[in-house]
């Protein structure tokens, strides 16, 4: 927590010296693609990466940032990242770069997001970072999302009982499908700007994000209910083309990891400032409520075969690497 203070002070100092670099001409161009709309917290971390890589090289890269997923779905934006035909973008399809990412996000591994910070600095961290060159992309940082919550337009959602019958929209990733699955969903793949014209015209239900994905996109407006569930608190990294970086010289690599991992802990500083005004406000538009603490076993019950499936099945990782996770953040 420290650390994220830290440098979001060190953030903020090196915005507000925008300007003071000399500027040269672009020897470099960096196209960054977010999916997320203008004002948003991802969005504003990209920003943040390019007005740090831009001024602390003093001009010698230009970053130019795509934002609303003008240049493609996450899918095509990682794809094209790992050609190099763009050079950032964030995404969730973590098979594309390392599936053991999928470790962090396994359904109610952490009981709070500070556990999943903490769980970025455990040691099989740096592991899955580098495992990620073997496909072509750099992380420089991961970084953290808040836990995933469900809206629909049917009815709350109390027990597991209740999620029988919905048709969730869910993100092309194997992990969310497996949840909702689990849980008695079914599911529609859905790219995430056009989640919110199928929630209006009826096309599904209802579909499950954090509540600053909820917020920024506006799915309060054509949803009714949503149920405080934070199934998965998932890592959120940051892919840079690996070839593109490994073009760069070597003081430009270390200004633009620079760049990455601050602008990675101004947005996990963002997700945890923001958190409980975006919930507050959800409540105050939408029906509410949190699963009761008699319930919750239930949930975590009706998920044990997604982790039997990444464990046992896929093998993407070991119950002693959980357990070794686990045990790094309750220490």
């Known amino acids: 927590m420290k650390r994220i203070a830290l440098v979001s002070l060190m953030v903020f100092v090196l915005i507000g010296s925008m300007g003071l670099a000399l500027q040269a001409e672009a020897e470099y161009v960096c196209k960054y693609s977010e999916s997320w709309p203008v004002g948003s917290a991802r969005v504003n971390a990209a920003e943040i990466f390019k007005n740090i890589v831009e001024t602390v090289s003093g001009g010698r890269i ?94 709350p959602i109390e027990t597991p009982a209740d999620m029988d019958g919905l048709l969730l929209r869910v993100p092309p990733i194997d992990l969310n499908t497996r949840v909702m699955t689990a849980l008695g969903a079914s599911t529609q793949l859905i790219p995430f700007t056009e989640t919110y014209m199928a929630m209006k015209t009826g096309v599904v239900d209802g579909q499950e994000n954090p509540v600053a994905q909820i917020v920024d996109m506006k799915f309060y407006e054509v949803q009714e209910y949503i149920t405080f569930l934070e199934y998965t608190i998932a890592v959120d990294p940051l892919y840079i083309s690996l070839s593109w970086y490994e073009s760069l010289p070597e003081d430009l690599q270390a200004i633009v990891t620079m760049a990455s991992e601050l602008s990675g802990d101004y947005l996990n500083w963002a997700w945890l400032t923001q958190k409980t005004e975006q919930e507050n406000f959800l409540r105050d538009n939408m029906t509410a409520n949190n699963i009761a603490p008699e319930n919750y076993p239930l949930f975590v019950d009706a998920v044990q075969p997604v982790w039997d499936y990444y464990i046992n099945e896929a093998q993407y990782f070991t119950q002693a690497e959980v357990d070794a996770l686990i045990d790094f953040v309750r220490d």
């Open 62 to 155: 230009e970053v130019q940032v795509f934002p609303a997923g003008q240049l493609g779905t996450e899918s095509e934006t990682m794809d094209s990242v790992q050609l190099g035909v763009l050079q950032v973008t964030r995404g969730a399809l973590f098979e594309k770069a390392n599936p053991q990412l999928f470790i962090y996000g396994l359904p109610f591994l952490f009981t709070s997001f500070e556990e999943g910070l903490a769980s970025l600095e455990a040691p099989i961290s740096q592991q899955i970072m580098d495992g990620a060159k073997a496909n072509g992309f750099y992380i420089p940082s991961l970084g953290l999302q808040p836990g995933r919550n469900v809206t629909n337009n049917v009815r």
